[in-house]
Each structure stands twice: as C-alpha cells, then as structure tokens.
C-alpha cells in the first residue's frame, strides 16, 4: 500500500521578493497527485532556509511552531493509517486538517460556522448563538469525539432539567443538528448521534394579542407626550399592518404600488426573507401621512420600554410589546374571516403551521363569547 510524500514549499508562485513576502506550504504528494496546504505563514527570501526553516525572523520560533504543527498533522496522519495498514485518501487528510484546526472541539466549529454565516439574520445569529452557550454548560459534548447517541440524549435532559419547554428544546436541537450535519460533510463526525432520534416539536404559548377595543384604546389615547405619541402610531401601524418590529424598521414607501386605489406592498421579511404581501389599510395611510411617509422608528429596546407607559396612559392592563401588534393584527384577520393561508402570506410565515397558532387563539376567542352568550342565559333564568 502506497502513501503520500511530503515537505514543505516555499514561494511556490516565485512573487517572492526582497520586499515582499512568500507562503510557506506543505506539499502532499500521492499517486501523481498533489495538495498544497497552507501554513498561513509568509516570509521574505532570507529568512528562509531549506533545512532550518524560518530565520532572521523576529518570531521565527513561535512561526516555525505554527509551520511544524501543520506538517506533524499531515505526518500523523500518514502514520496512523500505516499502523492500521488503512488507505490514505485526500479527503480523509482535509477531515484530519479541519478536526486539527478545531483541535476537535465541536464547540469552536459551531462558533466560527454560525459567525461566518451571510444567510441569516442578526436576530438568528443570536438565537443559533444559545447553542454554543448551552454546550459550554452542558461540558459533555465540547469535541467531535463526543457527538454520541447517548450524549445528545443527555443534552436533550439536561435542557429539559433547565425548565425549557418542549418548543425551546426542540429549537435547541434544530439548530444543533444543522451543524453536526456540516461536520459530518467535512467528515468530522463520523456518525449523524441523531439517527433513531425523534425530538417533538412541542407547542407554542398561545400567542399574546390585544382585543380591536383594546386597540381602539390606544388608538384614541389623547394623554401622550409627542415622544410617546410617535410610538403609539407606530405601534398602531403594526396593528394595522402585521409588520415584525425589524421590517417596520425597513418599511419603505417607494416599494409601494397603488394599484385599483390600493397601496400594495409585496416585499420580503427580513428574518427570514420570506415573501410578504399587504395592502395598506386607511389607519396605516393616515400615520403615514402625519410622518410624511416616513416612519420615525426607534430602537427595539426603547420602542418596548416606551409601550408600557403607552398601555398605563391608554388603560391597558396587558404588558404589550412591538411583537404582541404583529399578533394582534393576525388574531383581527381570522376573526374577520379572512383564510389561514391568505393570514399566512399577510405575515411572510413559512409554512401554515406558525399560523395556525393564532387560529387556536380564534377558536378561544369564539369560546369566551359563548361564555358571555352563556351568562347572558344564567341571567334571564334568574
């Protein structure tokens, strides 16, 4: 069984010169074919040496550990599979390279792969982050070597022993399985620990909302400051739009057609840039109009802050928050009559089944009336 050569390579393009610096590489060489790896090392002419390496380098000795780590890897390598008289692949050799850049933590994979990210949003990022955060808790499944059946069942109790709920638990593991599943292309991980593994989705909370008097409430608050006045109207235009808090922020009138005397707005949802579709209803006009068509949105933490005062000005005994508009705005549509699916593409969800949350809080809804139908029967019996 034949196995690879290798050495190192120095200014392999011959841009090398008296000022300017070369890569320094390790050459693989197997069957005719080669692999040039990077060392991330450059160095000018003479401060190479064939035989001594990095020289009349200031850091020629922390430089010299750093080209010498990638050679042992590569050396190792070889060596292990000439014990275990194993084939050597070029694939198997980029998997060892990449489990050494990790030094074979999941942990740091799982980092660096969600920051190098460019498809998700901020607000994403932050969740997928609580993966990282809950594995350096968890200190059972830190490297590769620990992705095991066992252990993510393990993880899956150590998450439900932190109070979480079966939703949260479930999104934990979502967003974990993403990552171990790019290990395993990279061949970090041998074998998917989830294989056999089911993990229940869970239900939602019933999701908050504001009733169309407690709306109107606010709407026709006449005891705000002009600071809070703003906020109010934002806060309206979301019950008026179903817009989240981030693509209020991005709202842009130019992207608006008036089309049959309606003002349409068909654009993408910045979390997950799903496509959205909504016409703009008079109240969402009229706040438009008074900002001259441009939305004076503050940060979320102060919009949330300032809602509360809102609610204790209008009245309102519920602790309301930007979300809880989008919510609202659902939770009116449904009861209008309006179908699922066409409360679904108002809203840019995914799928229907995120929708179907509010039709339970509609299906409450038409229980609390009968409650009052029910009342009023009681009464005239008595």
């Not at 000439?82 to 990790?102: H, K, V, W």
């Not at 799982?110 to 920051?115: D, K, N, T």
């Not at 009229?286 to 609610?311: F, G, W």
Request: glycine share 4%.
């Amino acid at each position: 069984m034949k196995y690879p050569t290798i050495r190192y390579i120095y200014n392999r393009r011959g841009n090398a010169g008296p000022e300017t610096a070369a890569s320094i590489e390790v050459l693989v060489t197997h069957e005719r074919k080669r692999k040039y790896i990077a060392t991330g090392v450059k160095v000018l002419p003479n401060q190479w040496s064939d035989t001594k390496h990095v020289i009349r380098h200031p850091d020629n000795h922390s430089l010299n550990m750093r080209i010498h780590k990638v050679y042992k890897t590569v050396s190792d390598y070889i060596a292990k599979l000439m014990i275990a008289n194993e084939p050597f692949t070029f694939g198997g050799l980029d998997a060892e390279i990449e489990n050494s850049r990790y030094d074979g933590s999941l942990i740091e994979f799982v980092h660096e792969r969600i920051e190098a990210r460019t498809d998700i949003a901020p607000g994403t990022r932050r969740n997928h982050m609580k993966v990282v955060t809950a594995l350096k808790a968890f200190r059972k499944m830190g490297a590769f070597s620990q992705v095991t059946r066992a252990n993510v069942l393990e993880f899956d109790q150590w998450l439900h022993g932190r109070g979480y709920k079966q939703v949260t638990v479930h999104s934990y593991h979502k967003f974990l399985k993403v990552y171990i599943h790019e290990a395993m292309v990279k061949e970090l991980i041998a074998k998917d620990p989830y294989l056999g593994i089911r993990i229940e989705e869970g239900r939602s909370e019933i999701r908050k909302y504001l009733t169309e008097e407690e709306i109107r409430k606010i709407s026709e608050c006449d005891s705000l400051t002009p600071s809070l006045c703003r906020v109010r109207d934002m806060f309206i235009f979301q019950c008026h739009t179903g817009l989240a808090y981030a693509d209020l922020k991005a709202f842009d009138f130019t992207k608006v057609v008036e089309r049959d005397g309606r003002y349409v707005l068909h654009d993408s949802r910045v979390k997950s840039q799903e496509d959205f579709y909504i016409v703009l209803l008079s109240p969402a006009i009229e706040i438009l109009k008074k900002y001259d068509y441009k939305l004076p949105v503050i940060s979320n933490e102060q919009y949330n802050m300032r809602l509360k005062a809102v609610a204790d000005c209008a009245k309102v005994e519920k602790r309301i928050t930007s979300h809880m508009a989008r919510h609202s705005f659902a939770v009116c549509a449904l009861n209008a009559g309006v179908p699922l699916e066409v409360v679904s593409k108002m809203l840019g969800h995914t799928n229907t089944n995120t929708t179907q949350i509010y039709a339970r809080i509609v299906n409450k809804s038409v229980e609390s009336a009968f409650d009052v139908l029910q009342r009023k029967i009681d009464g005239e019996k008595g």
